[in-house]
């Protein structure tokens, strides 16, 4: 309590140099076990509490679920409201969920050779009808309705569930064509033109114009600075999450999960924006 009270005085009689640093590594999900989202929002939500001026986000993700990328963009809007800048820095690969949760900042810095793009929304299951026939596995299913095995692995899906997915995927891919165009105030139509599920560098990002500037993390914190009128170098205050030992104990059991649901755990092939059925 006392350090908290003599660091608020600090910063009232000299000038307050502080930029916060709240990064977002990894698969954006929000799993009890792996709340990843979670604690992004909640880094933000004390940058807010700590009365810093000006955030950084870096983002270094291939994508992850709907929900969990649209509640970092929702958090960071917020802290927006309360007049506090934020400027976004795209490290290795900013894709899919990534971008949702970019273009949510004032300011949009890349690397050249960025990963990003993406722009889409996929949902997925195995067919393995064929393998339970041949170890002699058969199914009954008792349901309340037609569609609540829509994703059933047991069965191919019907005209009638293909249809009702797609108006789904088409309706969430509509919101994150929207949100793109909107916070980046361009025409949707130019939007889609990119906006199909191809990923891209940051340099050709930046001539479709979802970045800004090509620059590093050090440039995105000497805008974020600048913003905040902070003359010489910024106090950067890292702020992000860290990971408990249990997910570092169970990466691997993650990693497990999502290939189940056809996300790669890895940088080598970049998963689009998920929809995942449960």
């Given at each position: 309590m006392f350090k908290k009270s003599l660091n608020k005085l600090k910063y009232t009689l000299f000038e307050d140099r502080r930029v916060a640093l709240v990064k977002i590594e990894g698969i954006i999900i929000d799993m009890i076990n792996f709340p990843m989202a979670t604690r992004v929002i909640e880094a933000i939500e004390e940058v807010k509490k700590k009365e810093i001026k000006t955030m950084v986000l870096r983002i270094n993700s291939p994508g992850g679920t709907v929900g969990a990328s649209q509640e970092i963009f929702n958090a960071v809007k917020r802290i927006?409201?309360?007049?506090?800048?934020?400027?976004v820095s795209m490290g290795d690969v900013a894709a899919s969920g990534g971008?949702?949760?970019?273009?949510?900042?004032?300011?949009?810095?890349?690397n050249p050779g960025t990963i990003t793009g993406s722009i889409g929304v996929?949902?997925?299951?195995?067919?393995?009808?064929?393998?339970?026939?041949?170890?002699g596995v058969d199914h009954q299913i008792i349901k309340s309705g037609p569609y609540k095995d829509i994703l059933s692995n047991i069965r191919y899906l019907t005209d009638e569930e293909k249809k009702l997915l797609q108006d789904m995927i088409d309706d969430t891919y509509n919101q994150f064509l929207t949100t793109v165009a909107e916070n980046r105030k361009l025409d949707v139509e130019k939007v889609r033109d990119f906006a199909d599920g191809r990923i891209f560098t940051g340099q050709q990002a930046k001539e479709f114009g979802l970045v800004d500037e090509i620059g590093s993390?050090?440039?995105?914190?000497?805008?974020?600075?600048?913003?905040?009128?902070i003359t010489g170098k910024p106090d950067l205050i890292d702020m992000s999450p860290k990971k408990s030992l249990?997910?570092?104990f169970a990466n691997s059991s993650l990693a497990e999960v999502l290939e189940n649901f056809g996300v790669s755990?890895?940088?080598?092939?970049?998963?689009l924006w998920l929809m995942i059925g449960i």
């Open positions: 927006q409201k309360e007049g506090i800048k934020v400027v971008v949702y949760t970019a273009v949510a900042g004032d300011k949009i810095y890349s996929i949902i997925k299951t195995s067919v393995i009808k064929d393998l339970y026939q041949k170890i993390l050090a440039d995105a914190v000497d805008e974020a600075a600048k913003l905040a009128e249990w997910q570092k755990s890895s940088y080598s092939g970049i998963p």
